[in-house]
């Protein structure tokens, strides 16, 4: 007879199997806690993404526009995304 586990760490198995199976057609099911909050980290990163091209605008815009901090803040901009 093959070992089992013991009756609570059942029960928390099948409650992590229920949280993550995939249930009427969505990969994952969430609760709304989750969802909530990643549209918040969604507009944070919009937010980011946002204030870093403006950044690079304003860099390339000035006289002495130095390239090195466009690439930097090219490089910040492709890992944000």
């Known amino acids: 007879m093959p070992p089992t586990l013991p ?4 029960i928390e198995n099948q409650a992590l199997l ?3 199976a995939p249930t009427r057609g969505e990969y994952f ?4 806690s989750d969802r909530a909050l990643c549209a918040r980290l969604e507009n944070k ?3 980011l993404h946002r204030r870093l091209s403006e ?7 000035e006289d ?6 466009c690439r930097l803040v090219d490089e910040v ?3 944000a995304v």
């Open 7 to 10: 009756r609570q760490s059942q």
């Open 18 to 20: 229920d949280k993550w």
């Open 29 to 32: 099911t969430t609760r709304d």
């Open 45 to 47: 990163r919009f937010v």
């Open 55 to 61: 950044l690079r605008i304003a860099i390339r815009s």
């Open 64 to 69: 002495d526009g130095d390239e090195n901090q």
């Open 77 to 79: 901009l492709f890992n």
